[in-house]
């Protein structure tokens, strides 16, 4: 069974910088995209980031262009966000997701239980 797990989320002050991880077990990792998802409160879920099997391609939401940076490292089984220049309205529980088929950057069909990253004023 495939298990996804988040972590590195917290508190920052608008401007900084936060750096999440998402490690991943059960199905061979290289082999299968990634993605990085958010939800705020009361708003639905929207896509952040995703990234081919391999590290190959990559997307971004245009509202992180620029200021995200989304990153695999196969050997370890773990998909990285690193978030800089973060805003308020940045703020919300993270999610990261694998592609439920080989070779592709979606439909995401693994999710992991989400991490809490809040951004000041």
């Known amino acids: 069974q495939v298990q996804l797990v988040e972590s590195g989320g917290g508190l920052v002050q608008a401007g900084g910088s936060l750096r999440l991880s998402c490690a991943a077990s059960?199905?061979?990792?290289?082999?299968?995209?990634m993605a990085w998802f958010r939800q705020a409160p009361g708003k639905e879920r929207e896509s952040v980031a995703a990234?081919?099997?391999?590290?190959?391609?990559?997307y971004y939401a245009d509202s992180v262009k620029g200021r995200f940076t989304i990153s695999r490292d196969d050997a370890k089984n773990t998909v990285y966000l690193q978030m800089n220049s973060l805003k308020p309205e940045d703020t919300a529980v993270y999610y990261c997701?694998?592609?439920?088929?080989?070779?592709?950057?979606?439909?995401?069909?693994?999710w992991g239980q989400g991490t809490q990253v809040t951004v000041s004023s």
């Open positions: 059960g199905r061979p990792f290289s082999m299968y995209g």
């Open positions: 997701a694998q592609s439920g088929r080989p070779a592709t950057m979606g439909p995401y069909d693994y």
């Open positions: 990234i081919s099997r391999r590290g190959s391609t990559t």
